[in-house]
């Protein structure tokens, strides 16, 4: 059993930034791919990011890709998640998740534990 949870969030004016933490207990932590997902109103939750156990690979939707960097450290069990040049388009409930399971990182369903997710609002 993975607990996750995750802070960070706020509303920030376009163009600023914001790091969301993901902290986790258990001890599988370091051996779980871990991922942030997030889900506007009226949308479905969509992949953000997602990084290995050991953090050496990552993995970015097309629409953050340059702009969000996902990092982990395993000794502190967190995962982190830092956006920078925000848009208001980014706007959306940011939710962190460890991947218990082998498969493509941009399915959510083999993602089965989740934080409660943060509000990112930005505005314009």
């Known amino acids: 059993q993975v607990q996750l949870v995750d802070s960070g969030g706020g509303l920030v004016q376009a163009g600023g930034s914001l790091r969301l933490s993901c902290a986790a207990s258990?001890?599988?932590?370091?051996?779980?791919?871990m991922g942030w997902f997030r889900q506007a109103p009226g949308k479905e939750r969509e992949f953000v990011a997602a990084?290995?156990?050991?953090?050496?690979?990552?993995y970015y939707a097309d629409s953050v890709k340059g702009r969000f960097t996902i990092s982990r450290d395993n000794a502190k069990n967190t995962a982190y998640l830092q956006m920078n040049s925000l848009r208001p388009e980014d706007t959306a409930v940011y939710y962190c998740?460890?991947?218990?399971?082998?498969?493509?990182?941009?399915?959510?369903?083999?993602?089965?534990?989740w934080g409660q997710g943060p509000q990112v609002t930005v505005s314009s």
């Open positions: 990084i290995s156990p050991s953090g050496i690979s990552t």
């Open positions: 998740a460890s991947k218990g399971m082998s498969g493509s990182y941009y399915n959510r369903i083999l993602y089965p534990y």
């Open positions: 258990g001890r599988t932590f370091r051996n779980n791919d």
